[in-house]
């Protein structure tokens, strides 16, 4: 199972950036994938969400308006369109998927709600 993130990089203040994430490898039914986040020092935390099969979507508040998460399930890719960032975005992305269907979708905004993730991709904001 590999999950490739891509797209990060160093943007000025009110700048944008676009994260994809390929998914490979997993023969069993996705049911959602996640964006998450670990800024320096900080432990890692949710930024978006996306039930795979609907396409029903949670952010994080401090994201809500400004990043879009998305999906194309013929390329078995996940995106992450980040607009108007702000030095405070800067972090390691992470992109996870989970193959559990969970009741209580809350699960799907944890850590522990995914079973794999990737490598991850530095962003930084920064003038």
């Known amino acids: 199972v590999q999950l490739v993130e891509s797209g990060g990089g160093l943007v000025q203040p009110g700048g944008s950036l676009r994260l994809s994430c390929a998914v490979s490898?997993?023969?069993?039914?996705?049911?959602?994938m996640g964006w998450f986040r670990q800024p320096p020092s900080k432990e890692r935390e949710f930024v978006a969400t996306?039930?795979?099969?609907?396409?029903?979507?949670d952010y994080t508040d401090s994201v809500k308006g400004r990043f879009t998460i998305s999906r194309d399930s013929a390329k078995k890719t996940m995106y992450l369109q980040m607009n108007n960032l702000k030095p405070e975005d800067t972090a390691i992305y992470y992109c996870?998927?989970?193959?559990?269907?969970?009741?209580?979708?809350?699960?799907?905004?944890?850590?522990?709600?995914?079973?794999?993730w990737g490598q991850g991709t530095q962003v930084t904001v920064s003038s």
């Open positions: 996870a998927a989970s193959l559990t269907d969970y009741r209580d979708s809350n699960h799907y905004l944890e850590v522990n709600g995914y079973d794999y």
């Open positions: 490898g997993i023969t069993l039914t996705t049911y959602a």
């Open positions: 996306i039930n795979w099969i609907g396409g029903d979507t």
